[in-house]
């Protein structure tokens, strides 16, 4: 990259472009000046009044999709990127607390994820020949597999599992940090999060951080590198459900990378109501493996996340003090 050049995600992938350069200026380099395109820059649509004066600063995220023939242009595509990689799905989930892999993978299958969570410390994924694999029911060619420190209590524990997850798993960068700072409440030690993350970026992992639900903290952790930050929504397998909605709001809003709610779901209606606020994406297990039928729950869990989705897309009508008639009252005789 020279110096008078700066670094953008174009649908996905990145790009080296000029300093400054306009949206319009980037339409018609990749030859779609002409075009009817809708941009959406940061996750907001810019109106195509504003393309000539919307300067592109470096790691903006850029969503551009044509519309075709002369109907309505398509949607923009919704997928879930971290860390440069997409995803169909907006729900993750862990591995841990079945029956047996056959009851883990049917719930993975029926939860429609396409990430799935493994705790090193817990779960044999190589490391003894002598118990089942875990990997023999997720195989890695089928789902991504996000490795993650539950169980560590120090920002080193931490780090060294990362670091023997990257061996294991033939040099994979994505995992999953969470540095537990309490054996009671499973409430995170943020600090030696922020510091376990640090170290990890500066080795190239790509980290996505369990964390409480301060916007501080989560912007502090953004800051530091990691491709996601993921609040509790409450504690740890207990079901409890979002409990600070509004702070959960504000961190979404100053956010420039992915915000996954992680902990504390307990229901599907947890997930959707996680989603409407504008949650990128949710992790659960406890939720899932803990329901009194896993694969049914993880079923209503997947269509919970999509509802929630689709229904922060639409944008919910404003709330009122008072009742508004839903026929109108115009031209009636009275």
Do not use: W
Request: net charge negative; hydrophobic share 40%; proline share 5%.
């Amino acid at each position: 990259m020279t110096a008078q050049s700066i670094v953008i995600t174009l649908n996905g992938d990145a790009r080296e472009i000029a300093d400054g350069l306009s949206i319009a200026a980037l339409l018609d380099e990749i030859g779609l000046g002409e075009r009817r395109v809708v941009v959406e820059r940061n996750g907001e649509i810019v109106p195509r009044t504003q393309f000539g004066d919307t300067a592109l600063g470096a790691d903006d995220r850029l969503e551009i999709v044509r519309a075709i023939g002369g109907g309505e242009p398509v949607q923009a595509d919704d997928t879930l990127i971290v860390g440069g990689r997409r995803f169909s799905s907006r729900l993750l989930v862990g591995t841990g607390k079945y029956r047996d892999p056959e009851q883990t993978r049917a719930a993975i299958d029926a939860s429609g994820a396409e990430i799935v969570t493994v705790a090193l410390r817990r779960t044999n994924i190589g490391q003894s020949p002598d118990e089942p694999n875990l990997l023999d029911a997720v195989p890695p060619d089928r789902f991504t597999i996000l490795p993650n420190t539950a169980g560590c209590y120090t920002a080193d524990e931490a780090v060294r599992t990362c670091r023997m997850a990257r061996e294991l798993l033939d040099g994979h960068s994505l995992v999953k940090l969470e540095v537990i700072g309490d054996r009671t409440t499973l409430y995170p030690d943020v600090p030696a999060t922020l510091a376990a993350a640090e170290t990890l970026v500066a080795e190239g992992f790509e980290v996505m951080a369990y964390t409480s639900d301060d916007p501080v903290m989560c912007k502090r952790l953004e800051e530091a590198g990691c491709v996601a930050v993921m609040p509790l929504a409450a504690p740890i397998g207990s079901g409890l459900g979002i409990q600070n909605r509004y702070s959960l709001m504000t961190i979404i809003e100053q956010a420039t990378v992915p915000i996954l709610v992680d902990a504390g779901v307990g229901t599907a209606s947890d997930a959707a109501v996680a989603m409407e606020l504008g949650c990128d994406g949710v992790l659960m297990n406890t939720a899932i493996a803990e329901a009194r039928d896993p694969v049914r729950m993880a079923r209503a869990m997947k269509l919970g996340i999509e509802a929630g989705r689709e229904a922060f897309l639409a944008g919910r009508m404003p709330r009122r003090r008072f009742a508004s008639a839903s026929s109108p009252e115009e031209g009636i005789s009275r």
